[in-house]
């Protein structure tokens, strides 16, 4: 079976295209995998027909979406949709307003438009330059139109076309698969045209490119070489009906190139990939004077705004004067890294023709053991009938999928045992590693700590459980007979405590204590009228409950002297109300009144504070400070540094010397967790709040914001990690400390000097930042570190690096930290 599947893997790798006549599966909008929040449109007539209705085969609201008011001809109303990745688009399907018989609206057509990146879109035509798609005829049949040529985007629109004032309405599918070669633009001269009569009349333009052209070069656009039509051996001949001989192809004669013998192409990349091959289908008739590339030479850009790196790579093919047929010419590209690349195309006769280009990197496998929804009907089906061919395709494709889960498994578990067999030696201890199956949390075993004189011999070591949220105390250095600092209280393994927070996300290691008693008497915050809390807006949820901005009533009065709520001027006390959902587990309440008392412990300057709570009755809440600017990350998002320009153009500002005192401030705040044994673990610039006098404090409710789930890595569609902030450890091996909090502390320094402009290690996917904490672990030197930001002083940087130490022992405490950057504010 093995075997089979090898060769299945290479067969597929071999081919490695998609074929617009298998790439058919619905793309989410009737089953609902689009959620309504990626459903938008230009207009909508009510709330009950609005964008979120537009789904096919669904009567939900009023039926459908419909644009407000009368349609008329030179409108461009929208429903567009967000599909979140690169999307090979190959079929659409509409119907109108049904509404269970009292519907009468559809559109009779239609165009479409579509943008990679949200911002440039491109109007979509058919190969013979039409934009308008036939529409319904009536409300309630579906009508499928294939997509010639297919559509590689992310966002989509929808634009009803009418002749006469009219009402519309929509429901639509989308048909594809996700575009895995994450290609979004290629660059090269324009094809030229082969003429008389030395060869026969044929155009090898690139008919259907949609970028620009820059004095006859095609620029910053994809078309024939990414449409999944593979062109014949014979290059007259074509796949479509009334075209022009030659279409499948883009082609170039050598002496119209000028002396140079050689075709430049520049491909762009959604990211930064690991590439493996590239597969250039060629012509080869040389009976007509036509072959394959002679040879290939292939440069690299790790980022748009580098350099080309100087080492290429290139290819010497086997020229074939024997057999006249096209084909796939596989070029080696051995695991280089790069976000662009630059290829040089070297003529072996007069002409060289290209109908396709794909690229395969690392860890992505063949589409059709990716990807297997139902497929979708073709064009010129009913909404009854079947497509034999397709259906068998996909049964092919789920059984090969289920031999794939099958194999994973058994490595798998070999791999485990493998592991659980050999432990290794690091940072001078033994640990094995072990995925726990019930929380996902990776779960530390240290080995027993030989007895010292007067001592029996210690157990294991306590757990170190994953999250964002403050953990007490940091004990994963101790034994249960070794105290962090000697007047910190040591604990054994089962002394320790998991709780998971409000968000449903937040993981402390809390000391047991008296705590797994604690009831609502227990707790020393007073309460609240919850009556006196007004809602503005809702900041995240999680699980268990809701994150909310509120406006306090008389807030200031409630508290009294020693308020720690600053001088409001009269205006409204912002807070932050943690709330727990009326139907959480009875776990999840308890948790809630624990984490109540963890923060209640919590008094600093550059600390959120618990303010009061509302647990008299349900849902039980708790009230902590807010800050008018909201958190750190989006305060210097909308900033630039301060400079003259930003003074006569009224651009929000701050200066080096702000940015120096956040950081000063941050600091500060860690200095007093760590000195209290709190391990924070979610430490980033969207967990710092910030008031009108730039005074920063930290909280831990970032985790639950959707709009930084991003900055998050999903582990088997639950526990989620902020891995682009995390030491290496703690990826590896769950190991939280207050040195990884230093780790996080480097990265969220970086953050303020970049003025939050870019997500750290932005180049790298999030499997890719994982195997280069891969490379910390190793430590050989091929480890990616962030870059020096340009704001940011050398011995500023000096310092990130030193949060960044593979060794724990060699990165800096928080009172150096401190001290530190208080010397760069006095300068």
Request: aromatic fraction near 10%; charged fraction near 20%.
């Amino acid at each position: 079976m093995l075997l089979f599947l090898l060769l299945t893997l290479q067969t597929s790798a071999a081919v490695g295209q998609i074929d617009p006549g298998h790439c058919r599966f619905p793309l989410g909008l009737e089953d609902g995998r689009v959620k309504d929040e990626d459903i938008s449109a230009s207009s909508k007539w009510y709330q009950t027909t609005g964008p979120q209705f537009a789904r096919l085969n669904r009567e939900d609201g009023d039926g459908a979406w419909c644009p407000e008011g009368q349609l008329e001809r030179s409108d461009s109303q929208y429903l567009q949709v967000d599909l979140k990745v690169l999307t090979f688009l190959t079929l659409v399907g509409t119907q109108g307003r049904y509404a269970r018989g009292l519907g009468k609206e559809f559109a009779r057509a239609y165009r479409l438009s579509y943008s990679r990146d949200g911002e440039t879109w491109k109007p979509w035509k058919n190969r013979q330059g039409n934009a308008v798609i036939e529409g319904n005829k009536n409300t309630y049949a579906i009508v499928y139109k294939e997509l010639h040529p297919s559509i590689i985007a992310r966002y989509v629109r929808l634009i009803p076309v009418t002749e006469h004032s009219s009402t519309v309405c929509m429901r639509v599918e989308l048909y594809g698969c996700p575009w895995h070669d994450g290609l979004i633009s290629y660059s090269a001269p324009e094809g030229q045209l082969m003429m008389p009569p030395a060869y026969p009349p044929a155009s090898l333009n690139d008919s259907i490119y949609d970028g620009t052209h820059e004095r006859r070069p095609l620029f910053g656009g994809l078309g024939q070489l990414t449409d999944g039509v593979v062109g014949q051996d014979d290059f007259l001949l074509t796949h479509e009906k009334q075209v022009w001989s030659g279409y499948d192809y883009l082609g170039w004669r050598n002496d119209s190139l000028g002396t140079q013998g050689y075709v430049e192409m520049e491909f762009v990349f959604d990211r930064q990939r690991n590439f493996t091959s590239m597969k250039v289908h060629s012509n080869n008739l040389f009976t007509r004077g036509v072959k394959i590339f002679s040879s290939v030479s292939c440069w690299f850009k790790p980022r748009l705004i580098a350099n080309w790196e100087l080492e290429a790579v290139t290819f010497r093919t086997v020229l074939d004067d024997r057999n006249p047929s096209a084909r796939y010419v596989t070029v080696p590209l051995y695991q280089r890294t790069a976000k662009a690349l630059r290829c040089r195309f070297y003529f072996a006769d007069v002409w060289m023709m290209f109908s396709e280009v794909s690229f395969q990197s690392g860890g992505n496998l063949p589409l059709s053991l990716l990807y297997f929804p139902a497929a979708a009907p073709s064009a010129n089906d009913t909404t009854e009938g079947t497509n034999t061919p397709i259906l068998i395709g996909c049964l092919v494709t789920i059984i090969l999928l289920l031999v794939v889960i099958i194999f994973l498994i058994l490595w798998c578990q070999c791999v485990c045992k493998v592991l659980e067999k050999a432990p290794r030696q690091i940072l001078d201890e033994e640990v094995t590693i072990r995925l726990s199956s019930c929380s996902d949390t990776i779960i530390m075993q240290t080995p027993p700590v030989p007895p010292r004189a007067g001592h029996a011999p210690t157990g294991r070591g306590p757990r170190a459980a994953c999250g964002g949220g403050y953990a007490e105390p940091d004990v994963t250095q101790c034994t249960p007979h070794q105290s962090f600092h000697s007047n910190a209280p040591h604990y054994a393994e089962t002394d320790i405590i998991r709780l998971q927070g409000v968000t449903g996300s937040n993981m402390y290691a809390v000391p047991a204590l008296t705590v797994d008693s604690l009831t609502r008497k227990d707790i020393s915050a007073a309460e609240f009228p919850r009556q006196q809390l007004i809602f503005r807006e809702k900041l995240g949820e999680g699980q268990f409950g809701e994150v909310h901005l509120c406006e306090a009533e008389g807030l200031p009065e409630f508290l009294g002297e020693g308020s720690p709520l600053p001088d409001r001027d009269g205006r409204p006390v912002l807070v932050a109300v943690k709330q727990l959902r009326a139907d959480a587990t009875l776990q999840a309440r308890n948790d809630f009144l624990k984490e109540i008392k963890i923060m209640s412990r919590l008094d600093d300057p550059n600390i959120i504070r618990l303010l009061c709570v509302c647990v008299s009755s349900d849902p039980l809440c708790m009230v902590t400070e807010y800050m008018e600017n909201g958190d750190l990350n989006m305060f210097l998002s909308q900033r630039e540094i301060e400079s003259t320009l930003t003074h006569a153009n009224s651009i929000p500002s701050v200066s080096l010397s702000d940015l120096l005192h956040m950081a000063v401030q941050i600091s500060s705040g860690m200095k007093y967790l760590a000195s209290l044994n709190f391990v924070h673990r979610d430490l980033a610039t969207r967990n710092c709040l910030v008031d009108r006098r730039l005074t920063i404090k930290i909280a831990d409710f970032g985790m639950s914001r959707n709009l930084y789930s991003s900055d998050y890595y999903r582990i088997q569609g639950r526990a989620v990690l902020p891995i682009r902030w995390m030491a290496w450890e703690s990826i590896l091996l769950g190991k939280f400390t207050t040195a990884s909090d230093v780790w996080a502390f480097g990265v969220t320094l970086w953050e303020i000097f970049t003025l939050c402009k870019e997500q750290p290690y932005s180049l790298l996917s999030d499997e890719q930042v994982i195997e280069n904490t891969g490379e910390f672990f190793r430590n050989q030197g091929r480890q990616i570190f962030l870059y020096s930001p340009p704001l940011c002083p050398p011995s500023l940087f000096d310092l990130m690096m030193r949060c960044w130490s593979r060794n724990i022992t060699d990165r800096p405490a928080f009172d150096g930290i401190h001290q530190s950057l208080r010397r760069h504010v006095r300068e």
